[in-house]
């Protein structure tokens, strides 16, 4: 799932926590389960063949996510309710470090924890339910959407 929907999760953690230490746990349980809702993106860079070019693409669409993500979070800050900023940062993080995880273990090649990607991939199928990006991008914009509605 995009880093968008994960972090309108943690900007929700963060009004129901103050303590980061519970707030990052919590960001990484909020993960957790999105993650194992089929969200309809395994397949956005399948048209791509070329294995550089599929990466450089998925890394333009990661850079956009990012972006909207932190723009989330400074939309946030500025017309949020007022939360405990270190529970915010740690539902953040939490919210942040699986994906983050896996792509250090990719980008450094970090084969000792090759099991990590395993088990993070495994999680997205566990339902064993893919579909289209067509209706994975919506679905996770309605679901970034619900978050916010429960947010502010
Ligand atoms: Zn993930």
Known sequence: MFLT?????????????TDPIMAFILGVVSHVILD??????????D?????????????KIATVDTI?????????LVNGPIVNN??????????WVPDLTWLAIEYF?????YNYIVYHGKLHNIFNWQYSP??????QIIVTLLMLKMTF
């Open 134 to 139: 067509v209706y994975g991008v919506p679905f």
């Open 5 to 17: 929907p994960h972090t309108s999760a943690a900007l929700w953690i963060s009004t129901k926590v």
């Open 109 to 113: 090649k970090l084969n000792n924890f």
């Open 68 to 76: 909207v993500a932190g723009l989330l979070i400074l939309f946030f």
């Open 36 to 45: 194992m809702i089929p969200h309809g993106d395994d397949h956005l860079a």
């Open 86 to 95: 270190w529970a915010l940062l740690g539902a953040v993080l939490g919210a």
């Open 47 to 59: 048209h791509i063949t070329n294995k550089r070019d599929k990466f450089y693409y998925e890394l």
